[in-house]
């Protein structure tokens, strides 16, 4: 408890000492901010769109830098950051919707992993961000089919405002003991702009208050380059990405009993998962043309096109230990099973999108065509492996020197496997803005997306489907409304349908990786679709800022994965899921004090209905396994029903060119549970570490909250120089959220020093 105070009485003293140390506070006027955004797919006030957008920029990063895009966006309600088992690959989940139902894009490049459980991975720079716009529900209309749960919009920065300028920045973050550093070149002249950066960090292993996370270190480098040209008619650009990442991911060690018959044998087992990424990498080129007022209506067309390439180098080690007891001849058998697979995706995606924006009096109506291409080749190998039975001797007497235990190893079959698979999504869309009057806009817009998929090469394996293509064609529309009539409120309603068509990795080519069977593929698979209904207010007075929706969300044919009887899993369409949910962002500026509490709160209740095919016991003796069709609903989805953050920013300038920052806030989730169903628990009887009852088990995860402090000094000329120190965890608790399968850091520090000349 002495140590928990004695941190919390140092960052308090230190905020107050860096508070007192400003001198005299200088008032400050509270303006209306006018933010802007390019969620309608072009720029407009953020009070004038239909949808539920939230913004980070630069600035956010210069007060409380991040090592990672999801870190930025942690404390937007309506959304979860997770890195499941995989530190240094944060993942963000918008509505309580998996990160593969997100759409990312950087700077209109979308970032497409077709083999992946879990979606992409932001792979960027957070130093070259400009802003970052969350899109949150179904985009699918304007942004196609990955967007069924929102859009993260990246843009980065461009050139300067001199001819050459630099900045280098640095990240220290002691739970890991990294070290991430950042620079930069850029510069604009006579109408020409450019930007050069390079960046890196080196991360050890996570520390939590309990234990030091082996395995969990990882490395990232980023490099870009952009050369751009504006002229009064419109603007250029070519610009080129490079990101690599080595990851290490933690032994996940698992054990429980399983019930294997009736009479009574039990199984013991524990599963020691072993996953390394030594390559992850993605490159990208991308060009882009602007041009605008070609004629009295056509206020500007806009060209984009791009190649990206992703390769990932995974190996997986497996180690299962089952124990056997069986009463009747009280023997025991003790299998370990030790299989090393090794998988190299290598992925191609060609894309591009024209775009015309018409003003057509009270109209505005953009429409246009995109089209992306996805061609994968992926190496999937199994490099050997045993299965080692040990069982004891029998006989009556055996001499002493004996071992009481007979061993038999067999080699597990080895095989090499390459396989060719693609993804064709072309589509056409167009949105209408209409300024009805009496301070009413409306928006209606229609996309029709045309997909094909093939598997065009399976290597051999007979376990996978073989020379299949699967087309498919779907309209989506959206329709919404906006209210602006009354001076600092915007009133909203949208509805908005979702539409994503299942991955390669879904319909082709499943997955060995992190588990101890093998995620099969299911080309039977049916396209998620969705539809969303919400409304909202904004309200930013300059002292006052408010963000408050409510939406209900239903989906239909939802993908994820069930046990099989096997040990194995399969991707299968859920029946439906249904999420209603409430999102607030409250804060408040008290202008001669300079402080400003907040609250970014979110209630999310996400209720799921299924229908299994589910192994049964039977029989007169209850020994024999049928499958019996079974449907069940739940609410227990794994996310917390509350979470969000709470807090009191302060802000204060001083001798000229000088300005304090502070953020003491508190971070907090509910307890969350998870409702499913696993093979494993065959027998109906509850088992000591779950509640179990015929196959469904229920999973919990605790509530959490942590105490934090950032203290951040910017100065120069236009604050060109800046320094933070923040405070993370500082009561040290011990927790893990919902959306990871590793605990989260304990107390540390994260600390940046930056500058640009």
């Avoid at 001797?393 to 009481?404: A, D, Q, S, V, Y």
């Avoid at 800022?545 to 299968?572: E, H, P, R």
């Avoid at 965890?729 to 990871?740: C, E, K, M």
């Amino acid at each position: 408890m002495f140590r928990y105070l004695n941190r919390f009485a140092i960052a308090i003293v230190a905020l107050t000492g860096l508070v007192l140390w400003t001198g005299e506070v200088k008032s400050q006027e509270v303006e209306t901010r006018e933010v802007m955004v390019t969620s309608t797919r072009t720029e407009r006030n953020l009070m004038e769109v239909p949808m539920s957008v939230s913004v980070k920029n630069s600035e956010d990063l210069t007060r409380d830098p991040k090592n990672s895009v999801a870190d930025l966006l942690s404390d937007i309600p309506g959304v979860e950051i997770a890195d499941g088992s995989m530190p240094g690959s944060k993942r963000v989940l918008i509505r309580g919707e998996s990160s593969a139902r997100s759409l990312i894009l950087v700077d209109g490049v979308k970032i497409s992993e077709q083999k992946s459980m879990n979606g992409p991975v932001i792979l960027i720079d957070t130093s070259q961000i400009e802003r970052v716009e969350v899109i949150k529900g179904p985009m699918s209309v304007l942004y196609g089919s990955e967007a069924i749960g929102g859009v993260i919009n990246i843009i980065s920065k461009k050139g300067g405002d001199k001819p050459v300028a630099f900045s280098v920045n640095t990240v220290a973050d002691s739970s890991t003991q990294s070290l991430e550093v950042q620079t930069a070149l850029f510069g604009a002249y006579n109408g020409w702009n450019y930007r050069f950066s390079a960046s890196g960090i080196e991360a050890g292993n996570r520390r939590t208050p309990n234990e030091t996370i082996e395995r969990s270190s990882f490395r990232n480098r980023f490099y870009t380059g952009r050369v751009g040209y504006d002229w009064d008619g419109g603007k250029f650009y070519v610009k080129a990405d490079y990101f690599d990442s080595v990851i290490h991911i933690p032994t996940n060690y698992g054990s429980g009993i399983v019930w294997a018959d009736s009479r009574s044998t039990r199984m013991n087992n524990e599963t020691a998962v072993s996953l390394d990424l030594p390559k992850w990498e993605r490159s990208s080129i991308s060009t882009g043309l602007e041009l605008y007022d070609l004629t009295a209506n056509l206020a500007r067309l806009k060209f984009e096109a791009y190649y990206q390439n992703m390769k990932k180098d995974f190996y997986n080690n497996v180690r299962t230990y089952n124990y056997f007891h069986i009463p009747a001849f009280n023997r025991t058998l003790s299998v370990t099973v030790n299989p090393f697979t090794h998988t190299f995706n290598d992925q191609d995606s060609i894309g591009g999108s024209l775009q015309t924006d018409w003003s057509l009096g009270d109209h505005f109506l953009i429409a246009g065509f995109d089209y992306n291409r996805d061609d994968l080749t992926a190496d999937d190998d199994r490099l050997g492996g045993t299965v080692t039975a040990y069982t004891p001797r029998t006989g009556w007497m055996l001499p002493p020197w004996t071992n009481p235990w007979q061993t038999t190893v067999t080699n597990i079959d080895k095989y090499s496997y390459r396989y060719k698979a693609s993804q064709d999504t072309m589509g056409l869309f167009a949105q209408d803005e209409w300024k009805i009057g009496a301070g009413f806009t409306t928006t209606l817009g229609l996309r029709q997306t045309w997909v094909k998929s093939s598997m065009s090469n399976t290597g051999g394996n007979p376990d996978l489907p073989a020379g299949r293509s699967i087309d498919d064609s779907r309209l989506v529309a959206n329709a919404g409304l906006v209210y602006t009539g009354v001076d600092d409120l915007s009133l909203r309603a949208l509805w908005g349908q979702g539409y994503r068509f299942p991955p390669l990795n879904e319909l082709y080519l499943g997955t060995v990786h992190g588990s101890t069977g093998a995620t099969l593929p299911n080309p039977d698979l049916e396209p998620e679709t969705s539809d969303n209904f919400e409304i909202g207010a904004r309200f930013n007075n300059g002292a006052w800022d408010i963000d408050l929706a409510a939406f209900y969300s239903t989906t239909k044919n939802l993908i994820t994965t069930t046990s099989l009887s096997t040990g194995n899993s399969q991707f299968v369409n859920m029946d439906k899921a249904d999420t209603f949910g409430i999102e607030l962002a409250l804060a408040y500026t008290f202008e001669s004090a300079g402080l400003t509490p907040y609250v970014s709160a979110t209630y999310l209740n996400r209720k799921v209905k299924n229908t299994i095919d589910a192994p049964k016991m039977g029989g007169n003796n209850n020994s024999t396994k049928f499958s019996e069709r079974i449907t069940y609903e739940t609410d227990k989805t794994g996310h917390s029903p509350l979470f969000g953050r709470i807090g009191v920013k302060y802000e204060v300038p001083f001798d000229g060119d000088k300005l304090f920052t502070s953020d003491l806030y508190v971070d907090w989730a509910t307890k969350a549970k998870e409702y499913y169903y696993d093979t494993t628990y065959l027998h109906g009887d509850p088992l000591p570490s779950t509640n179990s009852n015929y196959g469904f088990v229920t999973q919990e995860h605790e509530a959490w909250q942590t105490l934090n402090l950032t203290l951040g000094m910017q100065w120069g000329t236009e604050h060109k120089w800046h320094a933070t120190v923040a405070f993370r965890n500082i009561l040290d608790q011990q927790y893990t959220r919902s959306t990871n399968v590793i605990a989260d850091p304990g107390f540390h520090l994260i600390a940046g020093v930056g500058f640009e000349y």
